[in-house]
């Protein structure tokens, strides 16, 4: 089984702290471990190990940050999640010290990301926060550019939620703008994830933003792309034809097979022909699968198996999904469905047994 990421903060790495620190070791350690150690999810730790630091430093915050800044420059080539804990003490002891904790975040970004500090000076200094991430959007350090797009999504993954953001996500689009185009992926990859956080709550104005950006630049069109995921996989007409992805009247489905039962832990096999009398073109070819829950209802999945620009008129399809036990997902005995859609239009749906 693989290691569990709260592990992270083991021995080694808080010994490595406290020497780059020059604190008590021993001391550091017995605060550090203490009794609830254990029983602290990584988060929890993170925060845990950044509250004992700061009784191990001065009480002014600017000494104590310079302290933080030497420590860090010594361990960020070697420890980039668990280096976090270097912006969650900004995050817990620099709120009231804006200038310094910007400071701060942008050099801990640069081996370890800010994303979730920034978002507390976001919600205690909107107007200056969005405008200094303006800035950061222009520097040389892709590090840096990629925090002004990455602390600001509405709904990033382990982080608060930035419920004005939700509603009106105008100051993000500001930022988007100027790092559509970047050179770097790693920037362009978290402006994707960006635009597909807000078209979960603005999905008009997602569309609109795909509509003015898409046909300009290979990686700006597949930027638009991974940034209209969940778009493509509701199968809104309009985002799917904006792809390419028509309507497919010349499409058909045949031979349709699935196993009618699977066990608990195993592979459900299906397969299935698309056919055309004409090539069958730009198509998306996905699956869902609609999970029996506890309470008898159905929730639907939606998995992509290809898409492409196929100039031949026949296509063999088989594929398999497992079953076996996930964290993110609890199964449940009885009929579960499985449909098959091609950009966007369910053609056909069978019922299996999971036993």
Same mark, same amino acid.
């Given at each position: ?27 550091? *350690? ?32 600017? *000494? ?31 709120? &009231? ?65 930035? @419920? ?81 992805? &028509? ?88 009929? @579960? ?19």
């Amino acid at each position: 089984m693989a290691a569990l990421l709260k592990e992270l903060y083991n021995l080694e790495y808080i010994t490595t702290l406290s020497d780059a620190l020059h604190i008590d070791a021993e001391a550091f *350690q017995a605060k550090v471990f203490d009794r609830e150690w254990n029983q602290r999810e990584l988060k929890q730790r993170m925060r845990h190990i950044a509250t004992v630091l700061y009784s191990f430093l001065p009480s002014d915050y600017s *000494q104590a940050i310079s302290i933080l800044k030497n420590a860090f420059s010594k361990l960020k080539h070697s420890y980039a999640l668990q280096n976090m804990i270097f912006q969650d003490f900004v995050e817990v002891y620099g709120l &009231n010290d804006f200038e310094i904790s910007m400071d701060a975040l942008k050099e801990f970004t640069k081996g370890s990301s800010s994303e979730f500090a920034i978002r507390q000076f976001i919600l205690k200094y909107p107007q200056a926060t969005m405008a200094q991430m303006q800035i950061w959007a222009k520097s040389d350090n892709h590090h840096v550019r990629r925090l002004a797009s990455e602390g600001c999504r509405p709904r990033l993954p382990w982080a608060i939620a930035l @419920h004005q953001f939700k509603e009106n996500p105008h100051e993000i689009l500001l930022i988007l703008e100027m790092l559509k185009d970047d050179s770097s992926s790693y920037v362009r990859k978290s402006v994707a994830n960006n635009i597909n956080d807000i078209s979960k709550d603005n999905p008009l104005i997602v569309k609109e933003l795909t509509k003015s950006w898409i046909g300009r630049d290979k990686n700006r069109d597949a930027l638009l792309k991974h940034g209209c995921r969940t778009l493509l996989k509701s199968s809104d007409r309009e985002i799917l034809n904006l792809f390419g992805f &028509n309507e497919p009247d010349r499409v058909q489905l045949e031979n349709f097979q699935i196993s009618p039962s699977v066990k608990m832990g195993e592979e459900l096999a299906f397969s299935f022909s698309l056919n055309s009398e004409k090539s069958l073109g730009k198509i998306r070819v996905e699956y869902a699968i609609d999970f029996l829950r506890q309470n008898e209802k159905y929730n639907s999945k939606v998995f992509k198996i290809s898409e492409g620009v196929f100039n031949q008129n026949e296509k063999f399809i088989s594929k398999k999904y497992s079953f076996k036990p996930i964290t993110t997902r609890v199964y449940y005995k009885g009929h @579960h469905k499985l449909s098959i859609i091609i950009n966007g239009v369910k053609f056909t749906q069978k019922t299996f047994q999971l036993v």
